[in-house]
């Protein structure tokens, strides 16, 4: 344990839901969606951060953290920060 830099003592940690509302992708659901399984996965890298994530929504991931962490993207950049504000 140890290997994952985050605080192991935390019962629930959240990502932003990656997956896209609408057919653009422009618009992400961004709702804290729970971390359930957290794994490493064997990659031609070595061992990537895995995790299964379930958000409000009903929306499922399960991969590498890097593929579902929400880039911040400029022209979101107000309303994320609204939304960071009332998490933390
Ligand atoms: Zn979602």
């Not at 958000?55 to 991969?63: I, S, T």
Request: charged letters at 25%.
């Amino acid at each position: 344990m140890g290997e994952w830099g985050f605080p192991m003592d935390a019962s629930v940690m959240f990502l932003d839901c990656p997956a896209y509302m609408d057919k653009t992708g422009s618009v992400r659901c961004g709702l804290p969606a729970e971390v359930q399984d957290r794994y490493l996965m064997s990659s031609t890298d070595g061992a990537l951060e895995s995790a299964r994530i379930r958000c409000p929504r009903g929306h499922w991931f399960n991969g590498p953290i890097e593929s579902l962490t929400v880039e911040r993207r400029p022209a979101l950049a107000d309303e994320r920060s609204a939304t960071r504000n009332s998490r933390r």
